[in-house]
């Protein structure tokens, strides 16, 4: 059974920083493409950033120069380091895998974690 556990979510103030880590497990991780995925209240999901299985990463305009994804396959851990940050980057921030990063992106991927709450304040 797949399964992804993201943690290091919290309340920051804005121009702080936050570390997220996502677990993932039941899977061959090493193959998948893993992102993450938010989605503030009221708000469509939208897809932050992602990584491929070769390693390429890719962002939303939004977070560029602020947030760095990155992974630890021996460990099969994602992370998002996230700076700078803003009040409009508060939502639940979702650990997301797919064999396909476009589906990462369009905010389908095929495995969820549970989520992990960040929330910036002004």
């Known amino acids: 059974q797949v399964h992804l556990m993201e943690s290091g979510g919290g309340s920051v103030q804005a121009g702080g920083s936050l570390r997220l880590s996502c677990v993932g497990s039941?899977?061959?991780?090493?193959?998948?493409?893993m992102g993450w995925v938010r989605q503030a209240p009221g708000k469509e999901r939208e897809a932050v950033a992602a990584i491929d299985s070769d390693g390429g990463t890719y962002y939303t305009d939004s977070v560029k120069g602020r947030f760095t994804i990155s992974e630890d396959k021996a460990k099969n851990t994602l992370y998002l380091q996230m700076n700078a940050l803003k009040p409009e980057d508060t939502a639940m921030y979702y650990c997301a895998a797919d064999l396909s990063i476009l589906d990462i992106f369009l905010g389908k991927p095929k495995y969820w974690g549970q989520g992990t709450q960040v929330t910036v304040s002004s």
């Open positions: 039941g899977y061959t991780y090493r193959n998948y493409c």
